[in-house]
C-alpha cells in the first residue's frame, strides 16, 4: 500500500460520504446518520495516512518534506482540512444536514487532485526556496481558514435556499435544515474562524517571505489577492458587528468571499504569475 | 459633545466609510495583478498601445501599489481607523472601568438572563450564602449592602472589550512599521565572485551605492543539484570583516538562512558562472598548499615550485562544469585529463604527489535589506491575531444579584448579559442558576 493507492481511496470514500449525506438531506432518512458521521470519519483517517504516508515515503527517497508543496499535495491537504473542520462543525451543532453542503467540497477538492492530468503527483524534491519549516506554519493557517469558507460557502447556499421558502411544510427537506436563524449563526461563526486563521496565514506567508527574500510584502499577486480576500472577509464581519448585516446578504457575503479565495488559490496560479508559481505544477 | 456634531469628524468616524475604503482597496487591489508591474514605460505602451500606455504612466499603474492614489486611499483607511477608534474607545473604556454596582435596579429584571429565588431569613445571612455559591461558581462578586437590599455583581473578561481595537492599533503598527522601513531602511544587491569583497552594495531601481560600514567577503558559493537536475541548494560561505571593532567572522547562508550583521541582513538571492576557474593544489611529499584564481585556457606556474597548470577545456551540462586539465610539476610527461568541477583529483608523478581541486569560479548574488520596521511590522501581526483572537471568541460577561427584603423574606434576583457568544453565556448562565436551585435554603420561585 502506497500513500497515492490511501489518496485514492481518500476520494471515493470522500464521495461516498456526500453522497450519504446528500441522502439523509433528500430522504429525510435520520436512522442514516451515524452511517453518514462514520464514513466521513473513516474517509479523514484515511486521508490523514496517506498524507502520513507521503510524508514518510519522501523520507524514504532522501528527500523528506512535509507533503504541503505543489497544487496537488495542497488540494489533498484542504480536503483534509475542509473534512475536519466539518467533522468539529457536525459535533458541535449535531446536524447533519451541514454534511450536504460542506464535505461536497472536500470530494470536489480530493477528486479534482486525483483526476486531474494538469499537475504532477510525484514526490519531487523541494527547490531551495521551499526549505523552510514556515512552509507548514504557512500552508497550515491557510488552508485551515479555506477550508472554513469553503464550509461557509456551502452553508451560505443553505440559507440561501432554505430563505426562499420561509415557512416550509412539514417533513420537507427545506424543514429539516436548521432555523435561518441557526444557520446564520452558524455562517457567521464560521466566517469569523475562517478569518482569524487567513490572517495566520497572511502573517505567516509575510514572515517567510522575509527570511527567504528579505522582504516580508511585495504586492505578489498571491499576496495581493489573498489581502482582496483579507478585505472581503473584513468587510463583511464589519457590515454584520456594526451595522447588523445578516442572513441572505451575509450568505452572499460568504459566497463571494470563497470566490475570492479560489481565485488567491487556484486563479492566480494558472492565470497570474509571481513567485506562488511553483504552486502550478 | 460637540465633536460628534462635527460633519467631518462624523466622516472620519463612520464604519460606512471604512467599508467603502475596504471596497474599494479591494477592488483597486486586482489591478496591479493583472498589470504586470514595475516594467519600463516602453513595455506598457508596447503591450497595451500608446493611449493606455500613456494613462498608465498617468496613474502610476506600472507601479500602483506605490501610486500616489494608492497611498491615498491607504491614507484615508488609517485615518479612518484612527478616526473611528479615538470615537468609540472612550465609551468602551468607561463600559471596561464602569461601576456595575451603580447598575439601576429597574433596569435588571430586562437582563437577557434572568432566574429568580427565595430565601428565608435575614439580609446578611442571605447575602451571605449568595456570595458563597457566586464564589463557588466562578463568580466571585463584589458587593454594595444597603438596609434593605444588597447588589452584588461579578464580571469576567470586560477587557475583551478592547479586543478590536487592538486590532485596529495592530494595522496602523503594520503600517508604521512599513513606512519605517521605507524611510529608514533599504534594499539592494551585490554580486561577490568567490574569494573577492565588498564594503557597498547598490540600491534596487536607482543602482545608488550604499556603503555598507564593513566588509563582506565570499569565501566560496556551492551550488548543488538534485538527480534530477533542479537546484536543491544554493550556499554561500560568507565572512564579515568590521574593522570599526576589529571584529570578524564567517557564516554560511542559504535560501531561508540569511546573515544578518549590524541591522543588514544578506540573502542568498542569485549566482552567476564566472569565466575564471579556482585551482588549489597540495603537494602531499612537501606539505605545501596554495589557491589559485586562473583565467581559463592560460598556463599558472606555482611560484616557487615547478610545477605548471591550466584548465585547457570546459563543458557545461546541466550547470555543473566538466573541466580538461593539463598539469606538469617537471618531472615526467605532462598530465591533460578530464575531471567534474567542484572535486579533488590525486595525480602521482616521480617527483611528488598532489591533490589537484579545481572548480568553476562563481559569483554569489546577495539581496541586501536594511529594514528597521521590521519589528514594528511583527509585532503588529502578533497584536492583529491576539486582537482577533481576544475580539472574537472572548465575551465579557457580567452577573448581577439583586437581593431584597420583601414580606419578610429575601427575594434574589440572578440576572446576567453577555457582550457576545450568547449562548455560551447560557450555559454559564443556567450553571450558576443550577448552584442556586441546589441549595437548600433556598427557594425557587
Given at each position: 500500500?502506497d500513500?497515492s493507492q490511501?489518496?485514492?481511496i481518500?476520494?471515493f470514500?470522500?464521495?461516498?460520504s456526500?453522497f450519504?449525506?446528500?441522502t439523509?438531506?433528500?430522504?429525510?432518512?435520520?436512522k442514516?446518520?451515524m452511517?453518514?458521521?462514520?464514513v466521513?470519519t473513516?474517509a479523514?483517517l484515511?486521508?490523514?495516512a496517506?498524507?502520513?504516508l507521503?510524508w514518510y515515503?519522501?523520507?524514504?527517497?532522501?528527500i523528506?518534506?512535509?507533503?504541503?508543496?505543489?497544487?496537488y499535495?495542497?488540494l489533498?491537504f484542504?480536503?483534509?482540512?475542509?473534512?475536519?473542520?466539518?467533522?468539529?462543525?457536525?459535533f458541535k451543532?449535531?446536524n447533519q444536514t451541514?454534511?450536504?453542503?460542506?464535505?461536497?467540497?472536500?470530494?470536489a477538492?480530493m477528486?479534482?487532485?486525483?483526476?486531474s492530468?494538469?499537475f504532477?503527483?510525484e514526490i519531487?524534491?523541494?527547490i531551495?526556496?521551499l526549505?523552510?519549516?514556515?512552509?507548514?506554519?504557512?500552508v497550515?493557517?491557510c488552508?485551515?481558514?479555506?477550508a472554513?469558507?469553503?464550509?461557509?460557502?456551502g452553508?451560505g447556499?443553505m440559507?440561501?435556499i432554505?430563505?426562499?421558502?420561509e415557512?416550509?411544510?412539514?417533513?420537507?427537506?427545506l424543514?429539516s435544515l436548521?432555523?435561518l436563524?441557526e444557520?446564520d449563526d452558524?455562517?457567521h461563526r464560521t466566517?469569523?474562524?475562517g478569518?482569524?486563521w487567513l490572517?495566520?496565514?497572511?502573517?505567516?506567508g509575510?514572515?517567510w517571505a522575509n527570511?527567504?527574500w528579505?522582504?516580508?510584502?511585495s504586492?505578489?499577486?498571491?499576496?495581493?489577492w489573498?489581502l482582496?480576500t483579507?478585505?472581503v472577509?473584513?468587510?463583511?464581519l464589519h457590515?454584520?458587528?456594526?451595522?447588523g448585516?445578516?442572513?441572505k446578504?451575509i450568505?452572499w457575503?460568504?459566497?463571494?468571499g470563497?470566490?475570492?479565495v479560489?481565485?488567491?488559490?487556484y486563479?492566480?496560479n494558472f492565470l497570474l504569475?509571481?513567485?506562488?508559481?511553483?504552486?502550478?505544477n | 459633545m460637540?465633536k460628534?456634531?462635527n460633519?467631518?469628524?462624523?466622516?472620519f468616524?463612520?464604519v460606512?466609510?471604512?467599508?467603502?475604503?475596504?471596497?474599494?482597496?479591494?477592488?483597486?487591489?486586482?489591478?496591479?495583478?493583472?498589470?504586470?508591474?514595475?516594467?519600463?514605460?516602453?513595455?506598457?505602451?508596447?503591450e497595451?498601445?500608446p493611449?493606455?500606455?500613456?494613462?498608465?504612466q498617468?496613474?502610476?499603474?506600472?507601479?500602483m501599489?506605490?501610486?500616489w492614489?494608492?497611498?491615498a486611499i491607504?491614507?484615508l483607511?488609517s485615518?479612518?481607523?484612527?478616526?473611528?477608534?479615538?470615537?468609540?474607545l472612550p465609551?468602551?473604556w468607561?463600559?471596561?472601568?464602569?461601576d456595575?454596582?451603580r447598575?439601576?435596579?429597574?433596569?435588571?429584571?430586562?437582563m437577557?438572563?434572568r432566574?429568580?429565588?427565595?430565601i428565608t431569613g435575614?439580609?446578611?445571612?442571605?447575602t451571605?450564602t449568595?456570595?458563597?455559591i457566586?464564589?463557588?461558581?466562578g463568580?466571585?462578586a463584589?458587593?454594595d449592602e444597603?438596609?434593605?437590599?444588597t447588589?452584588?455583581?461579578?464580571?469576567?473578561?470586560?477587557w475583551c472589550?478592547?479586543?478590536?481595537?487592538a486590532?485596529?492599533?495592530?494595522i496602523?503598527?503594520?503600517?508604521?512599521?512599513?513606512?519605517?522601513g521605507t524611510?529608514?531602511?533599504y534594499?539592494g544587491?551585490?554580486?561577490i565572485?568567490?574569494?573577492?569583497?565588498t564594503?557597498?552594495?547598490?540600491?534596487?531601481?536607482?543602482n545608488k551605492?550604499i556603503?555598507l560600514g564593513f566588509e563582506?567577503?565570499c569565501?566560496?558559493?556551492?551550488?548543488t543539484?538534485?538527480?534530477?537536475?533542479?537546484p536543491?541548494?544554493y550556499?554561500?560561505?560568507?565572512?564579515?570583516?568590521d574593522?570599526?571593532?576589529n571584529l570578524?567572522?564567517?557564516?554560511?547562508i542559504?535560501?531561508?538562512?540569511?546573515?544578518d550583521?549590524?541591522?543588514?541582513?544578506f540573502?542568498?538571492?542569485?549566482?552567476?558562472a564566472l569565466q575564471?576557474?579556482k585551482?588549489e593544489?597540495?603537494n602531499?611529499?612537501?606539505?605545501r598548499?596554495?589557491?589559485?584564481?586562473?583565467?581559463f585556457?592560460?598556463?599558472t606556474?606555482w611560484?616557487?615550485?615547478?610545477v605548471e597548470?591550466?584548465?585547457i577545456?570546459m563543458?557545461?551540462?546541466?550547470?555543473?562544469?566538466?573541466?580538461?586539465?593539463?598539469?606538469?610539476d617537471?618531472?615526467?610527461?605532462?598530465e591533460t585529463?578530464?575531471m567534474d568541477?567542484?572535486?579533488?583529483r590525486?595525480?602521482?608523478?616521480?617527483d611528488?604527489?598532489?591533490?589537484f581541486?579545481?572548480?568553476?569560479?562563481?559569483a554569489?548574488?546577495l539581496q541586501v535589506?536594511?529594514d528597521p520596521?521590521?519589528w514594528t511590522?511583527?509585532?503588529?501581526?502578533?497584536?492583529?491575531l491576539?486582537?482577533?483572537?481576544?475580539?472574537?471568541?472572548?465575551?465579557h460577561?457580567r452577573i448581577?444579584?439583586?437581593i431584597n427584603k420583601?414580606?419578610?423574606?429575601?427575594r434574589v434576583?440572578?440576572?446576567?448579559?453577555?457582550?457576545?457568544?450568547?449562548?455560551?453565556?447560557?450555559?454559564?448562565?443556567?450553571?450558576l442558576?443550577?448552584r442556586?436551585r441546589?441549595?437548600d435554603t433556598i427557594?425557587?420561585t
Amino acid at each position: 500500500m502506497d500513500s497515492s493507492q490511501l489518496l485514492g481511496i481518500t476520494t471515493f470514500a470522500y464521495l461516498f460520504s456526500s453522497f450519504c449525506y446528500i441522502t439523509i438531506l433528500v430522504f429525510r432518512a435520520k436512522k442514516f446518520g451515524m452511517a453518514a458521521t462514520l464514513v466521513t470519519t473513516v474517509a479523514f483517517l484515511i486521508n490523514s495516512a496517506g498524507i502520513g504516508l507521503r510524508w514518510y515515503e519522501s523520507h524514504q527517497m532522501g528527500i523528506g518534506y512535509a507533503p504541503l508543496s505543489n497544487m496537488y499535495e495542497s488540494l489533498v491537504f484542504f480536503a483534509w482540512s475542509i473534512a475536519l473542520f466539518y467533522l468539529g462543525l457536525e459535533f458541535k451543532y449535531k446536524n447533519q444536514t451541514l454534511g450536504a453542503f460542506s464535505m461536497p467540497f472536500a470530494s470536489a477538492s480530493m477528486a479534482y487532485a486525483s483526476f486531474s492530468a494538469q499537475f504532477g503527483k510525484e514526490i519531487k524534491p523541494l527547490i531551495p526556496a521551499l526549505q523552510s519549516n514556515w512552509l507548514i506554519a504557512h500552508v497550515i493557517t491557510c488552508f485551515i481558514g479555506y477550508a472554513a469558507f469553503a464550509v461557509a460557502c456551502g452553508i451560505g447556499f443553505m440559507y440561501l435556499i432554505k430563505a426562499r421558502n420561509e415557512k416550509p411544510a412539514q417533513g420537507s427537506i427545506l424543514a429539516s435544515l436548521p432555523s435561518l436563524k441557526e444557520i446564520d449563526d452558524i455562517i457567521h461563526r464560521t466566517l469569523v474562524f475562517g478569518f482569524l486563521w487567513l490572517s495566520a496565514g497572511i502573517i505567516t506567508g509575510a514572515v517567510w517571505a522575509n527570511s527567504a527574500w528579505g522582504t516580508y510584502w511585495s504586492w505578489d499577486p498571491k499576496e495581493t489577492w489573498s489581502l482582496i480576500t483579507w478585505f472581503v472577509y473584513a468587510a463583511a464581519l464589519h457590515a454584520r458587528f456594526t451595522r447588523g448585516w445578516g442572513g441572505k446578504r451575509i450568505a452572499w457575503l460568504a459566497i463571494i468571499g470563497f470566490l475570492s479565495v479560489i481565485f488567491t488559490y487556484y486563479g492566480v496560479n494558472f492565470l497570474l504569475s509571481g513567485l506562488h508559481s511553483y504552486g502550478g505544477n | 459633545m460637540k465633536k460628534n456634531d462635527n460633519m467631518l469628524w462624523r466622516f472620519f468616524a463612520s464604519v460606512k466609510l471604512a467599508l467603502i475604503t475596504l471596497f474599494i482597496l479591494a477592488s483597486t487591489s486586482i489591478i496591479g495583478t493583472l498589470i504586470p508591474q514595475k516594467n519600463p514605460p516602453a513595455f506598457y505602451i508596447k503591450e497595451f498601445g500608446p493611449e493606455l500606455g500613456r494613462l498608465f504612466q498617468i496613474l502610476d499603474l506600472a507601479d500602483m501599489y506605490n501610486s500616489w492614489w494608492f497611498v491615498a486611499i491607504l491614507a484615508l483607511f488609517s485615518i479612518n481607523l484612527i478616526i473611528c477608534t479615538i470615537d468609540r474607545l472612550p465609551n468602551v473604556w468607561r463600559m471596561v472601568v464602569m461601576d456595575n454596582l451603580r447598575q439601576p435596579i429597574d433596569t435588571l429584571a430586562k437582563m437577557p438572563f434572568r432566574s429568580s429565588f427565595l430565601i428565608t431569613g435575614e439580609m446578611a445571612t442571605a447575602t451571605a450564602t449568595v456570595k458563597k455559591i457566586m464564589t463557588d461558581g466562578g463568580w466571585k462578586a463584589k458587593a454594595d449592602e444597603k438596609e434593605n437590599s444588597t447588589l452584588l455583581f461579578s464580571q469576567k473578561q470586560a477587557w475583551c472589550r478592547l479586543g478590536v481595537y487592538a486590532v485596529h492599533l495592530s494595522i496602523l503598527l503594520i503600517f508604521a512599521g512599513a513606512i519605517i522601513g521605507t524611510v529608514a531602511g533599504y534594499k539592494g544587491s551585490i554580486m561577490i565572485p568567490e574569494g573577492g569583497s565588498t564594503d557597498k552594495i547598490y540600491q534596487y531601481g536607482t543602482n545608488k551605492p550604499i556603503p555598507l560600514g564593513f566588509e563582506v567577503r565570499c569565501d566560496s558559493f556551492k551550488l548543488t543539484l538534485y538527480d534530477s537536475g533542479m537546484p536543491k541548494e544554493y550556499r554561500s560561505d560568507l565572512t564579515v570583516m568590521d574593522r570599526s571593532n576589529n571584529l570578524s567572522f564567517s557564516k554560511s547562508i542559504i535560501v531561508n538562512d540569511p546573515l544578518d550583521y549590524r541591522g543588514i541582513t544578506f540573502y542568498q538571492a542569485s549566482y552567476d558562472a564566472l569565466q575564471g576557474l579556482k585551482v588549489e593544489i597540495y603537494n602531499k611529499k612537501t606539505g605545501r598548499q596554495q589557491g589559485f584564481e586562473i583565467p581559463f585556457g592560460q598556463k599558472t606556474s606555482w611560484p616557487g615550485t615547478k610545477v605548471e597548470f591550466g584548465i585547457i577545456n570546459m563543458q557545461q551540462t546541466r550547470g555543473m562544469a566538466r573541466l580538461k586539465v593539463w598539469f606538469s610539476d617537471g618531472s615526467g610527461n605532462p598530465e591533460t585529463f578530464w575531471m567534474d568541477g567542484d572535486t579533488t583529483r590525486t595525480l602521482v608523478s616521480p617527483d611528488g604527489e598532489y591533490e589537484f581541486y579545481a572548480s568553476q569560479l562563481y559569483a554569489t548574488g546577495l539581496q541586501v535589506t536594511k529594514d528597521p520596521g521590521v519589528w514594528t511590522v511583527y509585532f503588529g501581526c502578533i497584536l492583529m491575531l491576539v486582537g482577533l483572537y481576544v475580539a472574537f471568541f472572548l465575551s465579557h460577561r457580567r452577573i448581577w444579584v439583586y437581593i431584597n427584603k420583601e414580606d419578610g423574606q429575601c427575594r434574589v434576583l440572578v440576572c446576567g448579559t453577555s457582550s457576545k457568544n450568547k449562548l455560551g453565556f447560557e450555559k454559564d448562565f443556567s450553571a450558576l442558576s443550577e448552584r442556586f436551585r441546589q441549595n437548600d435554603t433556598i427557594q425557587t420561585t
